[in-house]
Nanobody, 129 residues
């Protein structure tokens, strides 16, 4: 049974940094693509960043490019999201996500909610001005 468990959320002032972690069980991070999504109250869930399995390619949504960095440690089966220069509009619940498909492992194939097979429970990030 696949399990994704996030940690690292919290409350922080604008301009600060947080690092989210997601430990994956029964999910091979060296093969399959993963992503971070977020959902603010009253808004749809949106992709923040994704990373390919085999190639490790990365894609970011425009609003976080240059501020957030997605990485993974395959030896630890763990996905990370380093968030810098945080803004109040970054406040949301952040979800770790993964897709198991041997023929679709690049970052570009983990960008839509409909493409995701597994979700974590979410971790709350609140940025105050």
């Amino acid at each position: 049974q696949v399990r994704l468990v996030e940690s690292g959320g919290g409350s922080i002032q604008a301009g600060g940094s947080l690092k989210l972690s997601c430990v994956a069980s029964n999910f091979d991070t060296s093969t399959y693509c993963m992503a971070w999504f977020r959902q603010a109250p009253g808004k749809e869930r949106e992709r923040v960043a994704s990373i390919g399995g085999r190639a490790g390619d990365r894609i970011y949504t425009d609003s976080v490019r240059g501020r957030f960095v997605i990485t993974k440690d395959n030896a630890k089966n763990t996905l990370y999201l380093q968030m810098n220069s945080l803004k109040p509009e970054d406040s949301a619940i952040y979800y770790c996500a993964g897709r198991i498909d041997d023929s679709r492992t690049s970052a570009g194939q983990c960008i839509a909610v409909s493409e995701i097979d597994y979700w974590g429970q979410g971790t709350d990030v609140t940025v105050s001005s």
